[in-house]
């Protein structure tokens, strides 16, 4: 269980997170969607224990987060931020291998490193240097990177902060089944996406934060609507059903004249 009750963040005086609830489950994804500057960004972090709350708590196995020691969390829980900075002329595998934990013996984290790079279709991309790739490549290393941690670790949640922001569609679709197969495999996901479609589609729940508040929560189908679209971004659009799950078209959405 990895749960964070009423969890509020203040700066200065302002409350970027008022009161939110999140709980992961192994074998489930939840998805967080809503406009910039909701918080979303700002509640992974404090998931992943990066941030401290100024309210609330954060609980992983049933023990508040301030309590456990970075090594033992970073066996708990793997976290891609919205934005990674590379200053050093790293190879794509040392960037990787930098999720591979101390206690796995060199050769199986080398194996590792292959086997994930392998899974975000960059096979070959090893020896390349990591500020030569695109930012789609870049980004889809910080997955493997991400990747070999929880593999490293202990049925590992993932905590993923718009993975797929500056992939390609098939990319994209990769970075959700890699996702799923995590999740199918025991461990918890959260994932921060912008695209409501991709989000319906891929979350077993969904939670919608507006101005550092949960305005809705629950399966994709009882979330979106037009109602809570209008409410989250001020577009006005008509939601459509698919057996699978709902969805929008943008060409149905009007901004506010
Ligand atoms: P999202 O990821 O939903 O786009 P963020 O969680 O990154 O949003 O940020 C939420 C709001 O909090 C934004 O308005 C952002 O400017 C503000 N914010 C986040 N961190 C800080 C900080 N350390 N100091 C001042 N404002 C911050
Ligand atoms: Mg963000």
Known sequence: MYAARAIRYEVRGRAILDG??????PGKIVAVVGPNGAGKSTLLKIMAGERRATGGNVLLDDRDLTEWKPADLARRRAVLPQSIEVVFPFLVSEVVALGSSQRVPRSEAAA??????S?????????????????GEQQRVQFARVLVQAWSGEGAYLLLDEPNASLDL????LILRLARTHAESGGGVLMVLHDLNLAAMVADELIALKDGCRIAAGPPEHVITDQLIAALYGVHASVRGVPDGPFI???TARLPA
């Open 20 to 25: 939110v609830d999140l709980r992961l489950t």
């Open 112 to 117: 590792l490193v292959s086997r994930a790079l």
């Open 119 to 135: 899974a975000v279709d960059l096979a070959d991309f090893g020896r390349r240097v990591y500020g030569t790739l695109s930012g």
């Open 170 to 173: 098939s990319h994209q679709l």
């Open 249 to 251: 078209l943008p060409q």
